[in-house]
């Protein structure tokens, strides 16, 4: 597969829907003779049949519905943020970066910033600081050794 996702503009859907439904052809030939999948022919011609039964959504009320869903992932995330570490908000920031960096693989970091009041660059700034002395520590192993081996010379 090419990993690359084809567009059918809104004329070409409605027309393979159209040879679908009134050509006497089975589905599956028409899809073929298109190259679309089965399914996708399936997908279309079920969406133009909801409008037509009025089931369906004008395009102002489908963004506003997809905003809303979109909206609503956001909060229940931010809450069960809140849930683990909602107690982190009265403590130091120290204590929230070092959360955020446990919890980093669960969710996106600017959502754990955001959610815990904390600035992204100051928590890139905090990693950046808090990798030094685990690195000092890794050198001043290193240079005891070697002095070891020098007989402490």
């Not at 027309?15 to 298109?34: F, M, Q």
């Amino acid at each position: 597969m090419s990993g690359i996702r084809k567009r059918y503009t809104e004329e070409f859907k409605r027309e393979a829907v159209k040879l679908a439904s009134e050509g006497g052809r089975r589905v599956s030939e028409v899809a073929r003779s298109l190259g679309v999948e089965r399914s996708l022919l399936d997908k279309w011609k079920r969406g133009f049949e909801a409008e037509e039964k009025g089931a369906g959504l004008s395009g102002a009320e489908q963004d506003e519905l997809e905003r809303l869903r979109r909206e609503n992932r956001q909060l229940k995330m931010e809450k069960e943020i809140l849930k683990k570490g909602g107690s982190l908000l009265r403590q130091g920031v120290e204590l929230r970066y070092q959360f955020i960096d446990e919890e980093k693989k669960a969710y996106r970091i600017c959502a754990l910033c955001r959610t815990l009041e904390v600035s992204r660059s100051g928590y890139y700034d905090w990693c950046r600081r808090s990798a030094c002395p685990q690195e000092r520590l890794e050198l001043e192993i290193e240079v005891k050794a070697i002095h070891a081996e020098t007989r402490a010379t």
